[in-house]
């Protein structure tokens, strides 16, 4: 097979008020000329809609099967070649190939249609990110022969390579070909090249059969310990010559979990450490390039990290390949945000997941497959009990070796189905932030652990946002501050990282990220929760209290780069730091010298700043960072929100004194509440119109807690005052955690 990129020669347009059904032809003009990859997303112009993408193919004479290989297209998208429709593809982010018919005249005119409208049968149509449209991700052309590798199979390259590693040690590689060939006796070649290009195992077999191929003793994809690949080229032959060729990099490892313990990699031990990471960069959005993703992995690997959640769908394939070469565990997902009754939404799940396993099933970083984030968002009802099973049953068919993953929302009690149908369990917790206090996290942790300890949980996110223009001598939640991030997950992750039966966490985000839905903070259309600025340019100082903690590349950094304007006598400096020591020079003069508190952290209080300015300096050894303050007479106005100076901060949660230990509150969802006759008798007593809302319709997320629901399209007091009177009565209902 041969590929050709297909980057160049687009023709794009708009095309409002059509749907795919009422589409008949194009427009004569309208159309500009773009290279791929292509969003129409801008933060400026956010049309959902369909538009139309075209260009022509010139065929060479000798061309004889000839696919398209997108490797994803948001979202629906339909493929015309001469007028004829070739392809519906349900689903941004999975790659999908079509074979192209030979055009009578030697030229083919494409056209795809492509429609970003919410659309409830194709997944996400909930989430906190946005749906860009487009030909996002390259396009290419695949030119084969009369018998090759079947590029049609769930987007794959015609292998689905399995690799495990036996009870004595050995590697075992079984490969399922799938091939189009015109005579049965073709042949699979399989050659088995070990990370230094020697062959390391060869097969041949018959291709319509698997074949295994054993390595005695590989060396081990180990994750950050080392991470050698094995190339496997395979070779469709047909009477005794080449035909097709396909080529795979893959490792050999082996997993194991333990509820007790968490994850175990090749016999050891391995807590996992990681960041999330949604796949748009910047203003490009989601139209980024291989070197951009790999910029990406290198900051990933710079905090010191040892696993990624590839959230919340499937990722490019550079994304696996980096995780592969820099040893980092990956969890790998599909978006299902919301589950609905409907068919042919969990059709597409199902083809989703099946796409997102058979395309990355030999890439020795992914650990896992999620099956749902937070669909306990809007119901814990038994037909997503059903359909979750279902999901499951796809992964441990497709990849037994592998786990199924889920990450549920935090109010979902631990006695929940949802908890019991995964291999592992994820949830996202958000204390200090949407609810609750930064220091819950530790008491939560160990009482869910007590009523579930055969369960094997982890933290799927945790995190809070921060505006790069916002600062605080005095950091409070929901003022968007950097210095409260970077607070908050020194108190944070300490919680979380004493819990040693988790097997790990995933910090929420790497990178802020586009969310059309967003506009908080200061800042529109983003979400602030990354340790990295959207546009990379940027580490907050938060970025450096997990490298502080994470990575043995010797550094120091003073916090505060940005917060330069001080209107104090004397401020408290922080360094994050994997040194044992700190120097603080203040003007060129030593100051003080700081220990490491054992939390990436050396405090220094009460530095005194003369006016104008200030220059610090934080040493160790050969590493150093410096900045400067100026002392200024008056608090700099822009470090803060507007309509949120002192005591305007609204914050619900930091009054919550409605929590009593084994009883119903306003704190649990409604789905709790309505699913317990008492509680739901206390609701219906007095907001009868809001639970004929909640249990008719599904407009309300009932994983959302009643007090947050009760405060939604009401005056706060008229809400405080009847929160307050639920609250009493549901606190006499007795209720297990
Ligand atoms: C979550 C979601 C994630 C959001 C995040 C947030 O729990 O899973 O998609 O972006 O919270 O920032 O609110």
């Known amino acids: 097979m041969k590929s050709y990129s297909l980057a160049g020669g687009w023709q794009f347009r708009k095309l409002p008020e059509l749907t795919p059904e009422t589409f008949t032809q194009l427009p004569e003009s309208g159309f500009e000329e773009v290279i791929l990859p292509h969003t129409w997303y801008s933060d400026d112009d956010q049309y959902r809609g369909l538009t139309a993408y075209t260009r022509e193919i010139n065929w060479e004479p000798d061309w004889e099967h000839v696919f398209l290989s997108f490797d994803g297209a948001d979202q629906r998208c339909l493929v015309y070649a001469d007028g004829e429709m070739l392809c519906e593809h349900r689903g941004a982010y999975s790659r999908f190939r079509v074979e192209l018919p030979r055009p009578a005249q030697g030229v083919t005119q494409l056209t795809v249609l492509l429609d970003n409208r919410l659309d409830e049968t194709i997944s996400p149509h909930f989430g906190d990110f946005t749906i860009f449209g487009g030909l996002y991700r390259p396009v290419e052309l695949l030119v084969c022969g009369k018998n090759h590798f079947d590029y049609t199979y769930h987007g794959t390259d015609g292998i689905i390579a399995r690799a495990g590693v036996d009870e004595n040690g050995d590697g075992v590689l079984t490969l399922e070909p799938h091939v189009c060939a015109e005579r049965p006796d073709a042949t699979i070649v399989c050659t088995l090249l070990d990370p230094c290009g020697r062959t390391a195992?060869?097969?041949?077999?018959?291709?319509?059969?698997?074949?295994?191929?054993?390595?005695?003793?590989?060396?081990?994809?180990?994750?950050?310990?080392?991470?050698?690949?094995?190339?496997?080229?395979?070779?469709?032959?047909?009477?005794?010559?080449?035909?097709?060729?396909?080529?795979?990099?893959?490792?050999?490892?082996?997993?194991?979990?333990?509820?007790?313990?968490?994850?175990?990699?090749?016999?050891?031990?391995?807590?996992?450490?990681?960041?999330?990471?949604?796949?748009?960069?910047?203003?490009?959005?989601?139209?980024?390039?291989?070197?951009?993703?790999?910029?990406?992995?290198?900051?990933?690997?710079?905090?010191?990290?040892?696993?990624?959640?590839?959230?919340?769908?499937?990722?490019?394939?550079?994304?696996?390949?980096?995780?592969?070469?820099?040893?980092?565990?990956?969890?790998?997902?599909?978006?299902?945000?919301?589950?609905?009754?409907?068919?042919?939404?969990?059709?597409?799940?199902?083809?989703?997941?099946?796409?997102?396993?058979?395309?990355?099933?030999?890439?020795?970083?992914?650990?896992?497959?999620?099956?749902?984030?937070?669909?306990?968002?809007?119901?814990?009802?038994p037909y997503m009990h059903e359909q979750c099973a279902a999901l499951h049953g796809i992964v441990k068919t497709l990849d037994p070796e592998r786990f199924s993953a889920c990450a549920n929302l935090y109010p979902l009690k631990p006695k929940s189905r949802l908890n019991e149908i995964t291999d592992l369990v994820g949830y996202n917790i958000y204390f200090g932030w949407y609810y609750g206090q930064m220091t819950d996290y530790g008491d939560?942790?160990?009482?869910?652990?007590?009523?579930?300890?055969?369960?094997?949980?982890?933290?799927?996110?945790?995190?809070?946002?921060?505006?790069?223009?916002?600062?605080?001598?005095?950091?409070?939640?929901?003022?968007?501050?950097?210095?409260?991030?970077?607070?908050?997950?020194?108190?944070?992750?300490?919680?979380?990282?004493?819990?040693?039966?988790?097997?790990?966490?995933?910090?929420?985000?790497?990178?802020?990220?586009?969310?059309?839905?967003?506009?908080?903070?200061?800042?529109?259309?983003?979400?602030?929760?990354?340790?990295?600025?959207?546009?990379?340019?940027?580490?907050?100082?938060?970025?450096?209290?997990?490298?502080?903690?994470?990575?043995?590349?010797?550094?120091?950094?003073?916090?505060?780069?940005?917060?330069?304007?001080?209107?104090?006598?004397?401020?408290?400096?922080?360094?994050?730091?994997?040194?044992?020591?700190?120097?603080?020079?203040?003007?060129?003069?030593?100051?003080?010298?700081?220990?490491?508190?054992?939390?990436?952290?050396?405090?220094?209080?009460?530095?005194?700043?003369?006016?104008?300015?200030?220059?610090?300096?934080?040493?160790?050894?050969?590493?150093?960072?410096?900045?400067?303050?100026?002392?200024?007479?008056?608090?700099e106005p822009s470090y803060r929100l507007p309509g949120t100076d002192s005591g305007e901060v609204k914050n619900w949660f930091l009054t919550d004194d409605y929590t009593r230990q084994g009883y119903f509150s306003v704190n649990d969802t409604a789905n709790d509440v309505l699913d317990e006759p008492a509680a739901r008798a206390v609701l219906e007593k007095y907001v009868p119109g809001l639970v004929k809302v909640m249990t008719e319709k599904n407009v309300i997320p009932l994983g959302l807690t009643v007090k947050n629901i009760l405060s939604h399209d009401a005056d706060p007091a008229e809400a405080e005052a009847i929160t307050k009177k639920i609250n009493a009565e549901l606190n006499e209902i007795e209720n297990q955690f």
């Open 444 to 635: 939560y942790l160990d009482r869910f652990h007590a009523a579930r300890p055969a369960l094997p949980l982890g933290i799927s996110e945790y995190g809070v946002d921060s505006n790069l223009a916002l600062h605080s001598e005095e950091p409070q939640i929901k003022d968007y501050s950097e210095e409260y991030q970077a607070l908050w997950h020194e108190t944070v992750y300490p919680q979380i990282e004493s819990r040693s039966w988790l097997w790990g966490s995933f910090v929420w985000n790497m990178f802020d990220f586009s969310s059309a839905r967003r506009n908080e903070g200061g800042v529109k259309f983003v979400n602030g929760k990354g340790l990295v600025s959207r546009d990379r340019l940027t580490r907050k100082d938060a970025f450096y209290y997990y490298k502080a903690r994470w990575s043995s590349e010797p550094f120091v950094h003073l916090c505060g780069h940005r917060f330069t304007k001080r209107c104090r006598d004397t401020v408290e400096i922080r360094v994050y730091t994997n040194q044992k020591t700190v120097q603080l020079l203040l003007n060129g003069a030593f100051f003080a010298e700081g220990k490491n508190n054992g939390n990436g952290t050396a405090v220094f209080p009460g530095v005194p700043l003369n006016r104008g300015e200030n220059r610090l300096e934080a040493r160790s050894g050969q590493v150093s960072d410096a900045l400067v303050f100026e002392r200024v007479d008056t608090p």
């Open 201 to 381: 195992a060869f097969g041949e077999a018959s291709a319509g059969e698997s074949l295994s191929l054993r390595v005695e003793k590989p060396a081990l994809w180990n994750g950050r310990r080392g991470a050698p690949l094995y190339t496997l080229h395979a070779e469709l032959r047909v009477d005794g010559t080449a035909a097709d060729l396909t080529t795979l990099r893959l490792g050999f490892r082996k997993l194991r979990l333990s509820a007790g313990e968490g994850l175990f990699l090749n016999g050891e031990h391995l807590r996992l450490h990681g960041v999330a990471r949604h796949q748009d960069i910047g203003r490009k959005y989601s139209a980024v390039s291989g070197e951009e993703i790999r910029a990406d992995f290198d900051l990933i690997d710079d905090i010191g990290a040892n696993a990624v959640r590839l959230s919340h769908y499937q990722h490019a394939q550079a994304a696996y390949d980096c995780a592969d070469e820099r040893g980092l565990l990956v969890w790998a997902e599909i978006p299902m945000l919301k589950m609905t009754e409907d068919p042919a939404l969990f059709e597409n799940a199902k083809e989703q997941l099946t796409d997102l396993i058979l395309q990355n099933i030999h890439h020795p970083s992914v650990f896992c497959w999620g099956i749902q984030n937070e669909i306990a968002m809007f119901k814990d009802a």
